[in-house]
């Protein structure tokens, strides 16, 4: 980046100290818009087709398979409709908050990607406080979102939006003391440097280290879900409920906004639980250094598919809780949980020092123990499929 | 600290509401997310089908039946003949009364993977409604097959049925019941024992056994609180008699007997039981009789009133008809289950959340239609 700009400097001649500063800043803007445009608009999309093909198959339908080859750029499709639909704004909506607000979820969301890491150059910016900066900024979602509910003029949308309030409110708590336990194991809170502590192999990996650590990922992921409005925590915008909760009157590129936002936090939800608890994109040591970049990037986004995928299949196998039902699980079961974790972390740091025999025969146990449940999970499924004596089509393309 | 000021919120729910199961309106009176008061408002989809019917020939009012209950019309078709039928006194064939049967019951199986299905969306997991419209389709299919239609069917006529079996439509409701039977327990696995479903549903809306009476509920929603009432086996009509199944009733095995879960589960039973009952009538199947209508001329029952009352999937449906010797009934009056169950809603939501009284209404299983006639 900075070479480029350099260039651009001599060329144009320019050598006042602050014009010159502002060069190296209106370039940084722009790329890291383009960046964030060209990444996370199409990932959002295309994780918004992908999860409506899954969901078409576990629900044997056959999904969206019309507009381009098997349907892959319906949401292009979508996207344009959304963008030549009416602006409808209800009268009695307090107008300027009415718009403000979708940009505020937008901004929380998309900020978030400021510090997702793809590879180990191929990251914007490696912030000092990375994983304190994630908390921080996906907070801005909520405050679009009570924000919408408000300005809406709606009883839905006011009910939808306090819900949301209270519930992403709540779930930042467990959510925070599970990344508190990563920081105080990898002993920093740069989304790089956590990835730095951890090796390429399923034992080096954070989620593994300890049993605290391993529930703490689950924790993570729970909470991150409410966070994000998944089922089964879908409750700000039940549509059996609400009719569409927060965003009941909103249409066109407004709701498209929403919507873009929400996909772009179920990639989030993927790639934090890939980068902090799986070892993001680091390679086993005898890849060519030629490939690099490509291949952390691929395991990275391969890893992030983890995440994305489990929320999918929760989503369209769950049904929602009740906001009491909500509340309960968060404030009386992740939360004494999570704040367990730490300690249970910190205590295991002082017996159980890193790097020393018991800690990585712990480690391996702990891979050994989540393969088993693999296996058992498999089984599982199997007996399932054995039973219902159902014919299986595994083949994706319909 | 101030009082902080406080008011009741009233939340107008429907006509349009995504999950009111077709034009129904409720005006809730909330604080926050609890329910205060929760008034039914029925009528938005009246369409005078009584008077319809004081004002059409016996025969021509058949059709207009099935609009009462569209989700299970066969069944609609089967109360409205059987009075006609003991009114005039006109003897059906016995081939069409196994007909009959066999639709009706594969209408009830019908009907009620719509009612468990919508449950399961009201509450929010989407997967299993479209694992119950598919199984839908194909009854749906089966219903098509013999009468050519496939939600308003108009296949039960006075004096039988309007069409015989296709060659080997036997063999297909065997097929289905058959792989069906396979079905239920992988809903079952999918939804019935899902912890989160469990815990949304059980001691929701209790509905005691005297309440329930003293409501006159009817159907699966009144065996879900414990009392042993199916007019197929109590009051029998038809072929019912001949034909051996059990009741499934509510037990309280999540909660309360009489709870949500409750008018869930027994659905789910009450499938299986229209399974054995559909085998049954393929076994004892009147091969050797060809006759499936009776010889109807205009229907002009001597003057006199009757009141016929069956098992329809929602309930009772009953049907008081007064003949003064013409061809035109002189009064028509139909009861349904949905009425009753609308009417209980505003005394078992109070004090539940919102998201209760959805989970309400699509457990007692109301459809708009059969509540407005």
Redesign the interface.
Same mark, same amino acid.
């Given at each position: 980046m900075k070479p480029l700009l350099d260039s651009l400097i001599a060329r144009f001649g320019i050598t006042d100290p602050g014009l010159t500063l502002g060069v190296y800043a209106t370039g940084m803007v722009v790329f890291c818009a383009i960046v964030l445009m060209g990444f996370v608009a199409p990932a959002a999309g295309i994780i918004s087709f992908i999860e409506r093909r899954i969901?078409a198959r576990?629900?044997?339908?056959v999904g969206p398979n019309r507009v381009g080859p098997q349907g892959v750029i319906q949401w292009v499709a979508d996207g344009l409709k959304c963008l030549l639909k009416e602006d409808l704004i209800p009268t009695e909506a307090d107008h300027l908050l009415f718009r403000i607000a979708p940009y505020l979820v937008f901004i929380g969301m998309f900020g978030a990607f400021v510090v997702i890491p793809f590879g180990s150059s191929l990251v914007i910016a490696d912030l000092d406080v990375g994983l304190f900066y994630l908390l921080g900024i996906t907070s801005l979602v909520s405050v679009g979102l009570i924000m919408a509910g408000w300005a809406s003029n709606n009883?839905?949308s006011l009910?939808g939006g306090m819900r949301a309030a209270a519930q992403i409110v709540s779930y930042e708590i467990p959510a925070g003391l599970s990344l508190l336990t990563v920081i105080l194991f990898a002993g920093t809170m740069s989304v790089q440097g956590v990835i730095r502590s951890q090796g390429w192999a399923p034992h080096t990996w954070l989620m593994f280290q300890n049993p605290f650590l391993f529930a703490s990922y689950f924790i993570f992921f729970t909470a991150a879900l409410a966070e994000g409005n998944r089922?089964?925590f879908?409750?700000p915008e039940?549509?059996? @409920?609400?009719?569409a909760g927060y965003n009941t009157e909103y249409s066109g590129m407004r709701f498209a906004l929403f919507f873009l936002a929400e996909w772009a936090n179920l990639y989030i939800i993927g790639a934090v639980s890939a980068a902090v608890f799986m070892g993001g994109w680091q390679l086993p040591p005898g890849v060519p250094d030629a490939v690099r970049p490509v291949a952390e990037l691929l395991l990275f986004l391969g890893k992030s598919s983890i995440g994305v995928f489990l929320a999918i299949w929760v989503r369209?196998?769950?049904?929602?809780?009740?906001?009491?039902?909500m509340m309960e699980v968060c404030w009386k079961y992740l939360i004494p949980i999570s704040f367990a974790n730490v300690v249970g972390t910190a205590v295991w740091m002082v017996f159980l020092p890193k790097g020393q025999l018991p800690a990585s025969a712990a480690s391996f146990v702990m891979v050994a123990l989540a393969a088993f449940l693999v296996v058992l999970f498999v089984r599982r499924v199997r007996m399932?499929l054995r @039973?219902?004596?159902?014919p299986i089509h595994l083949n994706p393309f319909v | 600290m101030a009082e902080i000021k406080t008011e009741e919120m009233v939340l107008n729910m429907g006509p349009h509401h995504p999950s009111t199961h077709g034009v129904l309106r409720f005006i809730l009176k909330t604080d926050g997310e609890i329910v205060h008061e929760c008034l039914p408002d029925v009528g938005y989809l009246h369409r005078s089908i009584e008077k319809i019917g004081e004002l059409m020939t016996f025969q021509g009012f058949v059709p207009y039946t099935d609009r009462v209950d569209y989700v299970a019309s066969m069944n609609s078709n089967l109360a409205y003949c059987t009075a006609v039928e003991k009114l005039a006194g006109i003897e059906v064939p016995r081939r069409a009364e196994f007909l009959r049967i066999l639709v009706c019951e594969l209408n009830r199986i019908s009907s009620h993977l719509i009612a468990v299905g919508a449950l399961a969306m009201d509450v929010g997991a989407v997967t299993p409604f479209p694992y119950a419209l598919r199984e839908r389709e194909r009854i749906n299919d089966l219903l098509e097959e013999v009468c050519g239609a496939r939600l308003t069917y108009n296949y039960i006529w006075i004096g039988g049925v309007s069409f015989d079996a296709t060659p080997g439509w036997l063999d297909k409701i065997l097929h289905f019941v058959e792989t069906f039977e396979n079905i239920i327990p992988e809903f079952n696995r999918l939804i019935s024992g899902n912890k989160i479903f469990v815990e949304r549903l059980r001691d929701v809306a209790i509905v005691p056994r005297e309440m329930a009476i003293d409501y006159s509920l009817s159907g699966p929603n009144l065996r879900a609180s414990g009392v042993d009432w199916d007019l197929r086996r109590d009051e029998p009509y038809s072929i019912y008699p001949e034909l051996e199944f059990d009741v499934p009733l509510g037990h309280g095995e999540c909660g309360t007997v009489g709870d949500s879960y409750d008018r869930f589960i027994v659905r789910v039973r009450e499938m299986e039981q229209s399974c054995r009952i559909l085998r049954q009538c393929i076994a004892k199947f009147p091969h050797d009789q060809p006759d499936f209508r009776a010889k109807v001329k205009t229907v002009k029952p001597p003057p006199g009133e009757v009141f016929v009352r069956t098992e329809a999937p929602r309930g009772e449906q009953g049907y008081y008809l007064i003949s003064d010797g013409t061809a035109k009934a002189s009064r028509v009056r139909i009861r349904t289950g949905s009425f009753t169950a609308m009417a209980i809603i505003e005394e078992i939501a109070v004090g539940c959340m919102i998201a209760d009284v959805i989970a309400i209404i699509a457990s007692l299983d109301v459809v708009a239609p059969e509540i407005d006639r």
């Open positions: 969901a576990m629900q044997s339908r009883k839905w009910l089922t089964p879908d409750i039940a549509e059996s @409920e609400l009719v369209w196998t769950f049904p929602r809780l009740r906001v009491d039902q399932n @039973e219902s004596d159902m | -």
